[in-house]
């Protein structure tokens, strides 16, 4: 209304007065079918935000949806003006939606800039969407500047300004090095909210030339930089320690302005030395703790969601040890208009009243205005029966054809809010929206609820029917409620049978059928008892149950509240066998009967005993109390007391008292407290709207005591709730629904009749008021039709006839998501090596994750190899998942010299979003692996032929072959390796000049520029000269040859008996006397010169594995040393390194390693054996 018209006089009264007369508004119906034939006016249903920055590179898409009935027609206005989209070719309105899609390619993008508005309209209204202002995204280039060198004195304070170019949105600033490494921050060196980089004091590490700020812009994802500075830390003058000084903000005092709902961000920062320490206090108050949280080293303080308390004076203090100084920044909090209670929709029935009412707040206060159908109400038509005052429509006597929308506006200096609201006039016979012949099922002396939801124009009165002739009136037992639901307070058999519910107004009548049931209890009526079984025995528990013949009972066994154990357990109908019983068997035992509708429950001990247990006191269960009287009643408390019976031999450890609720479980006793052994009496807390009677077990180390005859009955009055319902949960089930679900109240706490549960959901963090539904009988409730993956906020709140529980906490949640929308950009690869490279890229936004962020997912493939000889094969595509919202992630085992393709993919619990755009890289050159065969054929006197393959991967450009052989001589010593060199096509080679009857040992490995690969081996024998075989055949059996080996045996024998003599006699030999001229065989030289080799051994030989082998030295420690020849053969044989000494022989798999000079050096390498100890260099 506009604040200058005259008010009406008298009109508080007015209002009072249609308020007291007007007819409740009826709710809109879920039901989409009852939906689909109302008449209705638009309603916007999506919109873009007030603030759309768009990417020139993209289309500009604006959001308006709406529906209505008939279906909506849409219209833009553009700066005030009527925007003609048909007219412009590059503008397209989608087809049954006021969506424009705007192609800006080849256009100057700063054409569409400007404040666009939609409306929906058809014959019943026209609803207006918010003004929405389009911006294009920019990253403005840094103005050109040239930055002097920096010079500063160690100890002093530095401030090095970073001024980035003012981008939409801002950018974000960072400092970094020229490697792209971030400049380390922390207590002392710190980056300012604005970008500026402070040193509270500069140390000798801070010289460097390369202080680089940058500025990335996020919408247009480009990241510019400024001209490097150069700082140079003198030390010729340093500063000495100082008391702190704030750098930033500077003086004593500064102010904050914030908007309430915001962030509110507070820096100090201060030099000094040693580096000062900061603080941050409120004057006059707490800082808020569940709100706020530090930064930077506490340099920056943050209070999220910021409200009109979070106002004041905000102290920070730098301290260092010589003094402190404190800074008070003066925070004022202003407020753009929030919601308190948005209009809603209203469908009145002819003739009736209604209001609309906009409560808004801000700071300073909203100035609110109102139109009707977009048009303010100033220039609308004149409408009789419509008043307004300030915040509030009221419209009186509604009449056929007047529906309409109507806008409510708020606006203050900070922002405005908008809502829209129709009010449609219907006259529409009754429908009743509960499904027909339902059938309702409940447990005798438990509460009843038959529904009879409803709809019509007005709202039709409802009343029920028993078996289609007997009326049903409010009064005991049933409870007619305004919603149209029938409540049968404690339900009894004689309730079961057929209910109609009729829905009548002006209109028309509507009648609907349901059933109700009323089942028997589930009662254990014999119940387990306590046992005490010999060792190795068995153990029988019973329980026998009675249950409503129509429902399917299920038992279930339970030791100590967990599932059986497997083995020794048998469960039948109604029994429980524990056979060859043990220690480990002892504990309770409890039987549990459930049905559909209820279950109950009963518990026994069991006691293992030795098979043979000595004589001893017979100890057993004491007697029941006795006498129990109940006094000092109240409404909530009662005073019981008792007589305990017989312990007999064992002191009563204590008393259980339980109750039983005539009203909701009659036969059910449950546990309601206990009282120690010496009591006999206690102060029992009742509930309201409970039949109570009371009953005592005493118990000792036995077992329980027989109960006691019951207590009197005593009755407490219905009451309000005291709790609500429990294990409240939200979560998403499909996109955009919201299931919120909890652990109803039992009859017991529901402390009156007519329980119900009051359903209320909002989403998180966007300040619109709470949306609720009265739901009964149930545990769930659906939010259908909602946003994807967006947080909510639930509450459930019991409530009866006698008023609300207490309020409920606040339970938070997400709405159902789906697979993410986007695909990470930026990717680029940075290759280590021939087979590792880094990926990087940059994390898609939050909101089109749509879900909960898992990672990511790498797909590469080796696409081709590099070489145009080699022939590629199919290559299967790998997967690497990075956990998180990582932003790079590491790719190994990568072929070299390859060409690859990649792929990444965002991953979120629903599954994989689109793939970004595909990335190319290739990797460098590495060794080549070994050559596909070596052949030696044609043997001859002193010739062999070798003939080789390719590697199967040349991972490179092949440079070519080294070929190394050496003799291996009867005796297994190697002779000296020589060495040749092949070119890449060169696949054979002839040898000459080699010796008869010979093994030679042959080692070839290909190479690329980056080196040469792994070995293989061969070996092959020269042709035997027979001749000289012949020769030594002859002189073998000549006689003088065989009397000379004869003479020279006995030689030997002779010299052995001599040897045995001197020895018994103490005498020394020659052997002796070199033992003792040469204590330590450690100190004996040796030859390096000599040319000799080790012994050649059969791998085959495990025995000989940690034998010392003949050219080698095993000193007394076990230890080798290692020889410093850089040339090797690698992955020989078995899979030993192999080695080649400074004289050119190999030695690695034949031979161990001689002993250094000394002069060699010190280094050496532990073994248990030469062979193992070469096997270790690497």
């Known amino acids: 209304m506009d604040r200058n018209r005259k008010r009406v006089p008298g009109f508080a009264a007015v209002l009072l007065i249609l308020l007291s007369h007007m007819t409740s508004a009826l709710e809109v119906p879920l039901d989409p079918k009852v939906?689909?034939?109302?008449?209705?006016?638009?309603?916007?249903?999506?919109?873009?935000?007030?603030?759309?920055?768009?990417?020139?590179?993209?289309?500009?898409?604006?959001?308006?949806?709406?529906?209505?009935?008939?279906?909506?027609?849409?219209?833009?206005?553009?700066?005030?003006?009527h925007f003609e989209v048909e007219k412009d070719s590059k503008v397209l309105m989608k087809p049954g939606s006021g969506t424009l899609v705007i192609d800006i390619s080849g256009e100057k993008a700063e054409a569409y800039e400007g404040t666009y508005q939609c409306t929906a309209h058809n014959e019943h209204g026209t609803a207006v969407s918010n003004s929405i202002v389009i911006r294009q995204s920019r990253s403005p280039l840094w103005s050109k500047e040239r930055n002097?060198?920096?010079?500063?004195?160690?100890?002093?304070?530095?401030?090095?300004?970073?001024?980035?170019?003012a981008g939409l949105p801002p950018p974000v600033i960072f400092w970094m090095d020229n490697n792209f490494q971030r400049l380390p921050l922390d207590q002392r060196v710190s980056q300012a909210l604005n970008g500026d980089l402070y040193f509270s004091n500069v140390l000798p590490e801070d010289t460097r030339s390369d202080y680089i700020c940058y500025a990335r812009f996020p919408h247009t994802q480009t990241i510019q930089q400024k001209q490097p500075i150069s700082v140079t830390v003198l030390d010729n003058s340093p500063d000495g320690e100082r008391r702190p000084r704030f750098m930033m903000p500077q003086g004593t005092t500064s102010t904050k302005m914030v908007l309430r709902g915001e962030t509110l961000e507070l820096e100090c920062i201060a030099d000094g030395l040693p580096t000062p320490e900061i603080s941050w206090q409120k004057d006059g108050g707490e800082l808020p703790s569940s709100r706020m949280s530090f930064y930077n080293y506490k340099k920056t303080l943050k209070v999220s969601d910021v409200n009109e308390a979070d106002g004041g004076d905000y102290r920070?203090?730098?301290?260092?040890?010589?003094?402190?100084?404190?800074?008070?920044?003066?925070?004022?909090?202003?407020?753009?208009?929030?919601?308190?209670?948005?209009?809603?929709?209203?469908?009145?029935?002819?003739?009736?009243?209604?209001?609309?009412?906009?409560?808004?707040?801000?700071?300073?206060?909203?100035?609110?205005?109102?139109?009707?159908?977009g048009v303010s109400l100033q220039n609308a038509p004149e409408d009789h029966t419509r008043k307004v005052d300030d915040d509030t429509v009221i419209l009186s006597n509604v009449q056929s054809g007047s529906s309409a929308v109507y806008q409510c506006n708020a606006s203050n200096e900070f922002g405005y809010l908008m809502a829209n609201?129709?009010?449609?006039?219907?006259?529409?016979?009754?429908?009743?929206?509960?499904?027909?012949?339902?059938?309702?099922?409940?447990?005798?002396?438990?509460?009843?609820?038959?529904?009879?939801?409803?709809?019509?124009?007005?709202?039709?009165?409802?009343?029920?029917?028993?078996?289609?002739?007997?009326?049903?009136?409010?009064?005991?037992?049933?409870?007619?409620?305004?919603?149209?639901?029938?409540?049968?307070?404690?339900?009894?058999?004689?309730?079961?049978?057929?209910?109609?519910?009729?829905?009548?107004?002006?209109?028309?009548?509507?009648?609907?059928?349901?059933?109700?049931?009323?089942?028997?209890?589930?009662?254990?009526?014999?119940?387990?008892?306590?046992?005490?079984?010999?060792?190795?025995?068995?153990?029988?528990?019973?329980?026998?149950?009675?249950?409503?013949?129509?429902?399917?009972?299920t038992m279930t066994w339970l030791k100590d509240n967990r599932e059986l154990p497997d083995g020794r357990f048998e469960v039948n109908m109604e029994s429980l066998t524990i056979k060859d019983v043990t220690e480990e068997d002892e504990g309770t035992y409890t039987c549990i009967m459930n049905t559909t509708l209820d279950q109950d429950s009963a518990s026994a001990m069991?006691?293992?005993?030795?098979?043979?247990?000595?004589?001893?006191?017979?100890?057993?269960k004491p007697d029941p109390p006795t006498d129990l009287e109940l006094t000092d009643q109240t409404e909530r408390s009662v005073h019981l007391t008792w007589i305990p019976g017989d312990e007999h031999n064992s002191p009563t450890e204590k008393f259980l008292i339980q109750y039983e609720d005539l009203l909701h479980q009659p036969g059910v006793w449950?546990?309601?407290?206990?009282?120690?052994?010496?009591?006999t009496t206690a102060q029992l807390n009742l509930s309201p709207y409970v039949y109570y009677s009371f009953r005592v077990l005493a118990m000792n180390h036995v077992g329980y005591s027989q109960p006691s005859q019951p207590s009197s009955q005593y009755r407490t009055n219905p009451a309000a709730p005291d709790e609500n319902p429990s294990d409240v949960?939200?979560?998403?089930?499909?996109?955009?629904?919201?299931?919120?679900?909890?652990?109803?109240?039992?009859?017991?706490?529901?402390?009156?009749?007519?329980?119900?549960y009051k359903v209320l959901w909002r989403q998180k963090d966007t300040g619109e008021d709470w949306s609720w539904q009265n739901v009964g009988n149930a545990s769930q409730f659906v939010v259908s039709g909602g946003p994807v993956y967006v947080p909510y906020e639930v509450m459930v709140q019991a409530l009866n006839d006698y008023g609300s529980g207490p309020e409920p906490e606040v339970v938070s949640g997400h709405s159902g998501g789906d697979l993410p929308l986007s695909a990470p950009d930026s990717v680029h690869v940075m290759v280590h090596n021939s087979t590792l490279a880094e990926v990087h890229w940059e994390p898609v936004s939050f909101p089109s994750v749509r879900g909960k962020l898992e990672g990511y997912k790498v797909y590469y493939r080796r696409e081709s190899g590099l070489h145009e000889t080699e022939e590629d094969a199919e290559q299967r595509e790998l997967v690497l998942t990075f956990s998180g919202n990582r932003s790079e992630g590491r790719l190994p085992g990568l072929q070299p010299y390859s060409t690859y393709n990649l792929t990444i993919r965002v991953l979120n619990n629903k599954g994989e979003g689109p793939p970004s755009p595909s990335k190319t890289f290739t990797t460098p050159e590495g060794v080549p692996g070994p050559p596909s065969f070596l052949n030696a054929i044609n043997p001859s006197l002193d010739t062999l032929t070798l003939q080789w393959g390719p590697p199967t991967n040349n991972n490179g450009r092949l440079a070519g072959y080294t070929l190394k052989y050496q003799?291996?001589?009867?005796?297994?010593e190697l002779g000296p390796v020589k060495v040749m060199t092949f070119l890449a096509n060169e696949t054979t080679i002839t040898l000459g000049n080699l010796n008869s009857s010979m093994l030679y040992k042959f080692y070839l490995s290909a190479k690329t520029i980056k080196g040469s690969g792994p070995i293989i081996t061969e070996e092959a024998f020269t042709v035997m000269d027979t001749t000289v075989a012949n020769r030594q055949v002859d002189i073998a059996t000549q006689g003088w040859f065989i009397g000379l080996m004869c003479a020279i045996a006995l030689l030997i024998l002779v010299l052995l008996i001599v040897c045995f003599i001197k020895r018994n006699k103490g005498g020394k030999y020659p052997v002796k006397e070199k033992e003792d001229a040469h204590q330590d065989p450690e100190i004996q030289p040796m030859k390096e010169d000599d040319g000799t080799f080790g012994e050649y051994r059969s791998m085959e030989s495990d025995t000989e594995d940690h034998k010392p082998l003949k050219g080698s030295r095993t000193p007394s420690n076990g230890t080798v040393r290692r020889d410093e020849s850089d040339d090797s053969l690698v992955d020989y044989g078995e899979g030993g390194d192999g080695q080649f000494n400074e004289d050119g022989s190999f030695i690695g798999q034949y031979s161990g390693k001689k002993e250094k000079d000394t002069h060699e050096g010190n280094e050496s390498s532990e073994a248990p054996s030469p062979v193992n100890a070469m096997n270790s260099f690497v």
């Open 729 to 756: 949960q939200c979560l998403g089930t499909m996109p955009g629904d919201l299931a919120i679900s909890w652990t109803p109240l039992t009859g017991f706490q529901a402390n009156g009749p007519s329980l119900e």
């Open 606 to 620: 069991l006691t293992v005993v030795e098979a043979t247990p000595p004589p001893a006191i017979v100890y057993e």
């Open 148 to 165: 002097e060198a920096i010079a500063v004195q160690i100890g002093g304070s530095l401030v090095l300004k970073c001024r980035p170019p």
């Open 967 to 972: 003799p291996v001589n009867n005796t297994n």
């Open 421 to 553: 609201a129709f009010v449609n006039v219907l006259a529409e016979p009754p429908r009743v929206l509960t499904p027909p012949n339902r059938v309702y099922q409940v447990i005798t002396n438990r509460p009843a609820l038959l529904h009879c939801a409803s709809f019509g124009s007005p709202i039709p009165a409802i009343t029920w029917f028993k078996d289609s002739q007997t009326s049903v009136k409010n009064g005991d037992p049933y409870v007619i409620h305004d919603n149209g639901t029938l409540e049968i307070n404690v339900a009894q058999p004689i309730n079961s049978g057929k209910y109609t519910c009729i829905a009548t107004n002006n209109f028309g009548i509507k009648e609907n059928h349901v059933y109700l049931e009323v089942k028997e209890p589930t009662r254990i009526l014999k119940q387990p008892e306590y046992k005490v079984v010999q060792r190795g025995m068995s153990a029988v528990f019973e329980c026998r149950v009675k249950h409503d013949p129509s429902l399917i009972p």
């Open 670 to 679: 449950i546990n309601l407290t206990e009282a120690s052994g010496t009591s």
């Open 35 to 81: 939906l689909e034939g109302l008449p209705q006016p638009p309603t916007i249903t999506l919109q873009s935000p007030k603030d759309y920055i768009f990417d020139p590179r993209e289309n500009i898409v604006i959001h308006c949806e709406a529906k209505g009935k008939p279906h909506p027609s849409f219209l833009w206005t553009r700066n005030g003006t």
């Open 316 to 373: 920070c203090t730098a301290t260092n040890n010589l003094g402190t100084v404190h800074h008070i920044i003066q925070v004022t909090v202003k407020a753009a208009p929030f919601w308190v209670s948005a209009p809603r929709n209203l469908i009145l029935a002819p003739n009736e009243t209604g209001i609309l009412t906009c409560r808004v707040d801000g700071k300073p206060k909203p100035l609110i205005t109102w139109l009707v159908n």
